[in-house]
């Protein structure tokens, strides 16, 4: 019975873990395809109203799913049939109430808040991305539920259907928008309908799930549940950390929106049309700096229950050893990625965002390339800090991260030479500092702790090989040959691709133990003859 569970566990984290990444990449193919339909101050106006959803997502949704399905799961495993379904109960008003508050403000305030980000344009964004404030607080609640009965499959399935819906009506609209002659703003509010439309959906989707296994389900004790205040200071007490911890990031990321377009405007007298083409650029160059990021959410979603479950034997041997593992796959992924992103910045953007300055989006985005690694870097030892039972220091780490990251764009972007480019300047401190500060961290907590050069040194070497053959490609292609940007770009990556594989190999890079964290590992070692 145990083992049942476990394997249930197990395999409901992986079809969690792969819902979450398929969703990721679906993002990505929406926002690429998005930018290059809203032209660089479109994309401006719909990052902006998104940065806002995010920051009211967090507060309202950060926490409490993770609470309701800590507290089901412990009312299931005790038996408790009548207190799991108070527990939902008093959950989805709370998540009603958070979501009608949320609501009203972003409805009846969307232009007070376009002001606050210095950007009047995004209001309707704001505005269009009001209900599904409302739709994905029910999402969660029943999201919740659902993974404390050890169902995921309902939660991935749901988060799927949502961001297909974002890709095609999202699209759909801010295309036809602009076929009618509407302005780039009216348009990216037309695209952020086609999110809170893929809310919808997916809570229709939910609610018909939740009330066919309701019914299915049977009240098979006759326990008395707790007081509903009872379950309510429960579940505050849970997702109120959790709800600061996520919130961070989304609320940095607000704060420094508002900030570097304040400073074009008032620091440098940009015009608002000016300051969103620039700003809008730096989102394009953002969507592709967060793709790496978006391949390590298997890794650590599976590093805290690995390493817990280690911990739990008292087995600090084993737990170091799932540490070391999962921080040499960090590297194995991130750094030829941030290579990749760093040395073929401009003619990515080219390929991508045609329509854009190119020069500039490569120069932002080459800086952004190195953050990403240093964000890969920062999300696993986040996990390997949250599994050791230190979940407030990633906070911490971030919040000083965050800081600097304040304070270097406000003085960077208010100079003239520098200007947009001072934005991932700022990013690119505030992840090294939160991921230096967390590797710190980790060494000082673990009885044994990781030797890192020992890990990261041949993956980042590979890399940077890599990097240097796939720039050199490139010139052969598009400079001695002189064949399109788009051949040679192509070529390039498809080469550096090949070579780091080699070179992996030949670096005895990754181990058979490295390989079983990841899905499919046993197979991947098998082709690549890794014992």
Partial sequence: MANGKKQSFWGGAAVLAAGIAIVKVIGALFKIPLGNILGEAGTADFNNAYNIYATFLNISTAGLPVALSKMVSEANTLGRTRQVRRIFRVSLSAFLLLGALSFTLMWFGNDMLAGLLNNERAAHGIRALAPAVVCVGCLSAFRGYAQGNFRMTPTAVSQILEALCKLFVGLGL?????????????????????????????????????????????????????????????????????????????????????????????????????????????????????????????????????????????????????VESSLRITGLLAFPMAVGLAVMAQPIMLLLYPKYDSVLGGSLLSVLGVASAFVSIMLISNSILQAHGHPNLPVVTMLVGGIAKIIVNYNLVAIPSVNIHGAPVGTLLCFAIAALANLFLVRRIMPTAPRYLPLFIKPLAASLIMGIFARGVYAVLCGALSLPNAIGTIGAVGAAVVVYLVLVIIFRVITAEDLALLPKGAKIGRILRIK
């Fill in 174 to 322: 801010a295309a036809y928008l602009l076929h009618l002659g509407f302005p780039d703003y009216i348009a990216a509010a037309g695209a952020i309908w086609g999110v809170t439309i893929g809310t919808i959906l997916a809570l229709a989707y939910m609610l018909v799930n939740f009330l066919r296994t309701r019914a299915a389900e049977k009240v098979t004790s006759n326990d008395t549940p707790d007081p509903d205040s009872a379950i309510l200071r429960r579940l505050l007490s849970i997702a109120v950390p959790i709800t600061l911890s996520s919130c961070m990031v989304s609320v940095i990321t607000l704060i420094d929106t508002s900030l570097v377009q304040g400073q074009l405007q008032n620091a440098l007298g940009y015009s608002l049309d000016k300051t969103r083409v620039l700003y809008g650029t730096y989102a394009s160059g953002m969507n592709l700096y967060n793709l790496p990021a978006s391949f390590m959410v298997a890794l650590t979603s599976s590093i805290i229950p690995a390493v817990s479950a280690a911990l739990a034997r008292r087995d600090s041997r084993g737990a170091a050893s799932i």
